[in-house]
């Protein structure tokens, strides 16, 4: 018999009246009777027009609002499966990921350009009037718990997107596993201005809440003073907030920002990049309960900080913390061995957090796994007491801004161009992003290229977080004898 988790149901009938979900720009508020009707409502007409149990694809090019939470559960009730895109990409890109999930129904903002794909269209601001008040789906409508639930597209290192399955029981042990290890009950309040295409916004800091029974203030979007605002306003009380750590260092850099407009957080939590341990202590010392976790889209959250050891947490401050509940890890060599506490190998995982694989995509899903274990592709190191920090990517990928960008996408971009010989495109530190992008051109003889060029044609190609910063032209790239582009020789500054 199939597992049945369904927080929305069960939270309406404990506490009905109880806030479940707000909008920030509204100040629309939804009880947990309302959402859950809401979720019917919605449910039912998916059902009317894909069909019962379909595992129809229902994709959403939006910026965050509640509707897309109503929505991705809805779409769990009818029996098919959510898919969030990235509207940064540009059109090329979210055109190839259509192309491979291949969704029946689209899901948009008003205004907001959608690829030339043969699925009907709809605003995601209508969700509410669709169907008729008071209906529901079918009970055997809805997603068994080892079915996929969400398709979440994250870049491949081999420059075609991977859309990372989320089954409903991954769904159900991540934010499990967050909430433990960042203080999470009922009665926690959290602000979600992390994108709700990836696993931070749609999990972290939105299902995290919901699965919890407490509260969820959404935002379209991070901006500075608002986000400031927003967790300073006694009259939301917001508890947890969750961003990437260069998020966290524009917030301490912004001229409205003091430590006392956080006092009422419990968590501030970061993730999606590693966290310096200088802003950690700077947080902490500052009254503000800082922790650093570590988490991906295939695996939900794994480790998090003792956040209830302030002390400890400052003196492991630049480290991802200790695995949660229902985490298996292992640091291992380049033979799969496990290398002993202080040596740096590559990080496995293994749980029911775990995504079981890559849609479309059994060959890569078959690279990931090792014996039932998940190569994170993250070099990783674990000290005298248990603790693990990260210490390298093992992958060329690097993290800008919270997104990850993997040089093999950019490189092929850049390739399009005729007069292109070669190219190799690193990261490079960046005091506003973290990471930003620097491509080395080698050009073929004669040409007139220019490095604007380049940009131009990359801005037009690939989203704009994905564009590097900066393009020198050059007339070699390093290479080993059997041809490998040795990017650690390239100058990063």
């Keep these: ?5 369904d927080p929305v149901r069960t939270h309406a009938a404990a506490m009905p009246n109880r806030l479940a979900v707000g909008c920030a720009e509204t100040g629309r508020r939804w009880s947990w009777k309302e959402l859950d009707s809401a979720v019917d409502r919605a449910a039912a007409w998916l059902v009317n027009r894909v069909g019962p149990s379909s595992r129809a694809r229902i994709a959403v090019l939006a910026k965050n609002h509640p509707n897309m939470l109503i929505l991705q559960v809805a779409c769990e ?56 008040a008071g209906s529901s789906a079918p009970d055997d409508a809805r997603l068994g718990w080892d079915e996929p639930m969400t398709l979440l597209y994250t870049s491949g290192t081999s420059g075609k997107p991977k859309g990372v399955i989320v089954t409903c029981a991954n769904a159900f ?22 994108p709700m295409f990836h696993t931070a916004g749609l999990f972290a800091a939105t299902r995290v809440p919901i699965m919890f029974g407490g509260t969820v203030w959404i935002s379209a979007g991070f901006v500075p003073d608002r986000t400031i605002a927003l967790m300073a306003d006694e009259a939301l009380g ?25 006092h009422s ?62 985490v298996q890890t292992r640091i291992v060599d380049e033979d799969g061995k496990d290398v002993a506490r202080g040596e740096t190998g590559e990080l496995w995982l293994r749980g029911p957090s775990i995504t079981p694989g890559y849609w479309n995509q059994p060959e890569l899903t078959a690279k ?20 693990y920090y990260l210490v390298d990517r093992k992958k060329d990928m690097y993290i800008s801004g919270g997104e990850n960008v993997y040089p093999a996408e950019v490189e092929a971009a850049i390739a399009e161009l005729h007069d292109i010989a070669e190219s190799a495109v690193i990261g490079v530190p960046s005091e506003r992003w973290g990471e930003v992008g620097k491509a080395f051109v080698m050009l073929k003889p004669g040409s007139s290229l220019t490095d604007e060029d380049i940009t131009a044609h990359c801005l037009s190609r690939l989203a704009k977080f994905k564009v590097p910063a900066s393009v020198v032209l050059t007339d070699t790239i390093p290479r080993t004898a059997s041809g490998k582009v040795q990017k650690h020789l390239l100058p990063r500054d």
């Design 368 to 387: 990931a796994f090792e014996g039932g274990w998940f190569k994170t592709g993250d070099a990783a190191i674990q000290d005298e007491d248990g603790f």
């Design 173 to 194: 042990w991540g934010p499990i596993n967050f909430g433990l290890g960042s203080l999470v009950s009922y009665e926690s309040v959290f602000l979600c201005d992390m």
């Design 238 to 262: 917001i508890t947890h907030y969750f961003s990437v750590p260069q998020m966290a260092t524009v917030i301490w850099q912004h001229p409205d920002f003091a430590p006392e407009k956080l």
């Design 265 to 326: 957080l419990k968590m501030y939590v970061t993730g999606g990049a590693p966290n310096p341990k200088a802003q950690v202590e700077r947080f902490a010392h500052a009254g503000i309960r800082f922790s650093d976790g570590f988490g991906m889209s295939e695996t939900g959250s794994n480790f998090a900080m003792p956040v209830h050891d302030v002390d400890r947490l400052i003196a492991k401050a630049g480290s991802c913390g200790l695995p949660l509940i229902g």
């Design 77 to 132: 009730r009818a029996g098919a499966v959510f898919v969030p895109y990235n509207w940064r990409l540009a059109q090329a890109e979210i055109a190839g990921l259509m192309a491979d999930a291949e969704p029946n129904l689209i899901f948009h903002d008003a205004g907001m350009a959608v690829p030339d794909y043969p699925a009907e269209r709809l605003l995601l601001s209508d969700l509410e009037s669709l169907g008729t």
């Design 1 to 5: 018999m199939s597992i049945i988790i």
